[in-house]
């Protein structure tokens, strides 16, 4: 049971200096977290150790996915026609991307606060602007061909234009080679699903200054900032997520519900990455647990194939989770074996619903979305065992042996039992940890004793230390009859609502200046991937499964 915390020794100092002129003095005093220093302090970002580059898995259990981390430098490359024109201005973008507390256009926060708060501090991704680029044909050019014919186009086109005033190799944040993220940002609307331009990510062969251009990612201005698309595609980018159909709105990779202020990256996204603390259950873990939001998240592994695993945690519908239904005890069930999510087959990534169904994993966008039986807490199902409904089976149908009861209400501090025999009386486990702060995180990790990490002999549940929970009673608990959730409380008709309300927002005030209007780009209409512009309703399955294998593909194959 030990935790994963020691990404976090990694974390970045985040400097916030202020610079005060004395009147009549020639000379600025400089102060860096309170103290006067003689000069600006060094903001070169931290070299990644020699070796060790962000897409190499890592970490026993975890870091399945890239994982670049600490100062991490991206360019943005802006792009305009002769028939479009940016609507906003590059100072603006900017602003968007790297300023910390942005606030504009109702936005809260920066593309750069968004996995600055979502890494825990442990991302701090940045965006050096250039452009804008006048593209050499008209907009509606690259509006047409085929597939990914004129992106390619002007990926290419761009790329040779910017060589002359472009250091490519500043990009390649972990010494391997290859450029992590460049972002390519086009003038309007974001056009048309599966032609001409249209949000996606990709990879390139293209040799400059050294390096691979490597990862990369296109998306449109539209009429004002929003970071959904943006966000996404980066998830794409930098840490090669796929698409997350069939999990509703439960991640940044899934269903555009709030387009603007979009929802956090998944926990098991966050856990494999090392920016939450994780504690590993295993088979003799008997013990009582608290979960908080942002705390320590909680895993269960399949001895026989440890990248699957069910993973916990509470997750709440405030700060950026506030378009949720409910709150509770989330928890999902990870494959890695399998390659993606392509409802309705079997997902990589899946909501175990707490109210027993599985119209989630079934459907792909844009509804449902979320509804409160979608967690685990008392009032909707306070036990996930062998067989309860839903039952904590593996993928190959096996009982899996886990055992999460006695479940609390959603709350800002869920408490729940996981094993199989009574408690021990001498309280056990530790609280989930305070959310927020980085190092607050690990507090509640520090009281599970640790065997070592996947080790079978989980028995050291360290007594007594940390928060101690009246075990006994909770022991008593355990006939908690297996509840078969909310008869037909999955059925969610309200969720559809819940979306488009948080999915109004965006495009008021945008003005719409010019052809962004796109009506078709509403949330409410919007698949789950930002790679898509809404097909029609009939074809939209059709494409969707197309989608998922293009980007997912993209991002795997070497295009150009
Ligand atoms: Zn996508």
């Not at 400097?15 to 103290?35: D, E, P, R």
């Not at 990926?155 to 490519?168: K, M």
């Not at 065992?385 to 593996?394: E, I, Y």
């Not at 949330?523 to 809404?534: H, K, N, R, V, Y």
């Given at each position: ?97 790297n300023t910390q507390g ?163 990256v998944d926990d098991v ?201 009246a075990a006994a009673g ?87």
């Amino acid at each position: 049971m030990r935790t994963f915390s020691f990404l976090r020794a990694a974390s970045i100092a985040l400097l916030t200096a202020t610079i005060t002129m004395f009147a009549g003095s020639a000379h600025a005093t400089i102060v860096v977290n309170g103290k006067t220093v003689s000069a600006w302090p060094d903001l070169e970002p931290n070299q990644p150790p020699p070796g060790i580059a962000f897409d190499r898995v890592g970490a026993p259990g975890i870091q399945l996915f890239p994982h670049p981390s600490g100062v991490v430098r991206g360019l943005t490359i802006l792009v305009d026609f002769s028939d479009q024109t940016g609507a906003y201005s590059k100072s603006e973008i900017d602003d968007w991307l790297n300023t910390q507390g942005y606030n504009k256009f109702g936005l809260s926060g920066s593309i750069r606060d968004y996995y600055l708060k979502q890494s825990n501090g442990l991302v701090d991704y940045q965006n050096e602007v250039h452009g804008f680029y006048r593209a050499k044909k008209a907009k509606s050019y690259y509006q047409g061909g085929n597939a990914y014919e004129r992106a390619d186009e002007l990926w290419a086109e761009v790329i040779d234009a910017l060589d002359a005033e472009v250091d490519f190799s500043k990009f390649d944040n972990d010494h391997d080679g290859k450029t992590e993220a460049i972002s390519l940002l086009y003038a309007g609307d974001e056009g048309t699903f599966g032609k001409g331009l249209w949000p996606h990510a990709s990879v390139s062969n293209d040799q400059r200054d050294g390096v691979r251009v490597n990862r990369y990612m296109m998306t449109a201005m539209d009429d004002q900032p929003t970071n959904y698309v943006f966000a996404h595609e980066s998830g794409h980018m930098l840490f090669g997520w796929p698409d997350l159909y069939g999990v509703g709105d439960y991640s940044i990779m899934a269903n555009r519900g709030a387009n603007t202020n979009p929802v956090g990256v998944d926990d098991v996204l966050r856990a494999d990455q090392g920016w939450i603390d994780l504690v590993d259950i295993t088979s003799t873990t008997n013990a009582r647990y608290q979960a908080t939001p942002n705390g320590v998240v909680y895993r269960y592994r399949n001895p026989a194939r440890p990248t699957e695993y069910f993973l916990w945690s509470n997750v709440q519908n405030v700060g950026e989770w506030q378009s949720l239904a409910g709150g509770g005890l989330l928890v999902w069930h990870f494959d890695k074996s399998i390659n993606g999510n392509n409802p309705p087959q079997t997902l990589q990534l899946a909501v175990v619903q707490g109210g027993g169904t599985r119209q989630l994993s079934a459907t792909q966008w844009p509804s449902p979305g979320s509804a409160k039986t979608d967690f685990f807490g008392k009032g909707v199902n306070t036990e996930f065992a062998a067989t309860t409904k839903p039952a904590s089976k593996w993928n190959d149908g096996t009982a899996s042996g886990l055992r999460i009861y006695d479940i609390g209400a959603s709350s800002p501090s869920i408490a729940f039992s996981v094993g199989v025999g009574p408690l021990p009386a001498t309280g056990d486990g530790g609280s989930g940890g305070g959310g927020g702060g980085p190092s607050s995180g690990a507090s509640g990790a520090a009281a599970h004793a640790g065997s070592p990490f996947g080790g079978s002999s989980g028995a050291a549940v360290a007594g007594g230390s940390g928060t101690s929970f009246a075990a006994a009673g909770a022991a008593g608990a355990s006939g908690a009859p297996s509840v078969g959730g909310t008869p037909g409380a999955g059925g969610t008709p309200d969720v559809g609502g819940a979306r488009s309300t948080a999915s109004g927002a965006p495009s008021t005030g945008s003005g719409g200046s010019s052809s962004a209007a796109a009506p078709a780009l509403s949330a409410q209409d919007e698949a789950g991937c930002a790679c898509s512009t809404a097909p029609g309703s009939s074809r939209r399955a059709a494409l969707a499964w197309g989608l998922a294998a293009l980007v997912f593909g993209a991002i795997r194959r070497r295009r150009r």
